[in-house]
């Protein structure tokens, strides 16, 4: 067992819920892990507050368990929606969060009492896969998390990558279909206009008000705006067709995702996260044959895409671990 | 003036031409400079051959003309299209030259008697672009070729990004309308089948054959199968309305491409070359407008989109930019 008994906090915000943990100086599962609700309506001061107390008795928790000392609790890593600023610790603007120019790092710095640092949630939420997940050791790491959107991170030869303006990896909004869908960012034909949660739903919807025959309609008692993509993978489990169809295409259309990012960034692995990733193979084998037919073949050989390892803890982990990595230099 | 009298060949082979030339060892425009027909028809031996005689050319005509001597070249830095692998030197497999698993690297330092790397044409454009052209100092740069195909290269932090099998920066092929346009490559909707020299000329001519009045067709005496992305140029020039639409098509779906990798990657330079460059504002101020359009604010404000700063000799530049930096760590 380690000697190392530091610990690192891990914030990951996100428009639903927020996750606090602490993470092993060394690396390893969160202990005294928790979810609470973001409640991003009450203002950024009232999520900060309520963080900042979650953080708390989370350290209370694991020092009281392990008999150690606030010292060894070296500082708090956050992962939050952006675009953000990282050097200043603000967000920017969250569409999600309704926050503009939010400092939220010093926020959360103060009311803890602890330094902290503060990363784009999918850009932790890769790292974390990167540190000790499906993305272990490998030089160039390309993750993407498929949920309300489609959030992307990009990790190379053992840093994220930041882009200019800390702005890279928003592959949601790679344009796949220059005339295609409306996508919520304004833009047509963005890869999260068909293969976000809310999308996958949508689609699969337009399909049954068009008249086809499905366990979907059933499984809402044809209430169909309750349809979500939960509902989408229940009727795949259930060997619905047309579930399965639905779920096909969206394997077809991440896979053009996917492919664009391989011909480009050429990757040893492509980790996907997100509750899409519970249909496993009815996701992933069709995603990894319809990518084995649009990539290039000498970059198609030299890449695995996977589903997440750390699905409900990567961003807590990633988080904590750009903390260590600017706090340190290392992993 | 420099003292230092050192100098690196490169060697930049394309489809149609090879271009030589001795780049200073500090950086600066190439010397004796060269350009002869690749002749791929020939097979690769005799590709070799000439270029070996063109190189021997080139260097006797600088030492003569400087006084130095032959230990005053270091070596041969080779630019090929790939697939490629760098660590032994040999071209995989490239559909222009016809070449499967050629050690061209070994051929070439063998025949010349001076070590030699290669690397990918489009990288070495782009990496020449990086230290002497358009993209100087930029931490993140994108750099785009449009010719025959359009190939791709990225610079991070001083390095080419290479991915894990050197197959990285095969932009080109990135799918920008998953059920658009066949590509040679085989797929759909690749970005090349639309902004590539040949399949402007090919979107063009089937305006005009649609019925489309353009002075396209007087400038070829109604051939139409002689028209060429450089005759449409011509007709731009001209002021040709339908020319024109063309031009601005060809804008609006480069700038897919070109916010798609914004998104992705954040870069600080977009470097656009190739004939397609000679459009100029015709080209650049749609395309931009476009990618304001498509990309994220933030990512936009941050990136500059650029025409190459060295259209003719960023290729023979850039491969001698690989050799000194595989062979001393430094550029």
Redesign the interface.
């Known amino acids: 067992m380690s000697e190392d008994r530091r610990w690192i906090v891990g914030l990951d915000i996100g428009g639903t819920n927020m996750v606090v943990g602490l993470v092993p100086f060394e690396g390893g599962p969160p202990m005294a892990m928790r979810k609470l609700p973001t409640r991003p309506e009450g203002g950024g001061k009232d999520v900060v507050a309520r963080a900042s107390d979650a953080i708390g008795a989370a350290v209370d928790e694991v020092l009281q368990a392990t008999g150690g000392n606030r010292e060894d609790v070296l500082g708090v890593g956050i992962g939050s929606p952006g675009?953000l600023n990282r050097t200043t610790g603000t967000v920017?603007e969250t569409p999600n969060l309704g926050w503009v120019d939010f400092p939220l790092r010093d926020l959360v710095s103060r009311a803890v009492d602890l330094p902290a640092t503060l990363d784009n949630d999918a850009n932790c939420a890769t790292f974390g896969e990167w540190w000790l997940g499906a993305g272990r050791e490998s030089?160039?790491l390309v993750g993407m998390t498929l949920g309300t959107g489609i959030g992307?991170g990009?990790v190379?030869n053992g840093e994220i990558?930041?882009?200019?303006?800390?702005?890279?990896?928003?592959?949601g909004?790679?344009?796949?279909?220059?005339?295609g869908r409306r996508c919520n960012?304004g833009?047509y034909?963005c890869l999260e206009a068909y293969a976000s949660g809310p999308n996958i739903a949508a689609r699969a919807v337009e399909g049954i008000r068009a008249g086809v025959e499905s366990v979907l309609e059933d499984l809402v008692d044809g209430h169909l705006d309750r349809v979500t993509a939960a509902t989408v993978y229940e009727a795949v489990v259930l060997g619905d067709p047309y579930a399965r169809e639905v779920m096909n295409e969206t394997a077809?259309?991440l896979a053009?995702g996917v492919?664009?990012?391989i011909?480009?960034?050429?990757?040893?692995i492509v980790v996907i996260a997100g509750g899409v990733t519970r249909a496993g193979d009815h996701l992933f084998i069709p995603l990894r044959k319809e990518v084995r037919?649009?990539?290039?073949r000498?970059?198609v050989?030299?890449?695995r895409i996977l589903p997440a390892a750390l699905p409900e803890t990567a961003g807590v982990i990633g988080a904590a671990a750009v903390f260590k990595k600017e706090t340190f230099g290392f992993l």
């Open positions: 675009p920017l030089r160039v992307g990009l190379l990558h930041h882009g200019a303006s800390d702005a890279a990896g928003e592959f909004h790679m344009t796949i279909d220059s005339m960012c833009n034909g077809k259309f053009v492919a664009n990012l011909n480009a960034l050429n990757p040893e037919r649009r990539a290039f000498s970059a050989a030299a890449c």
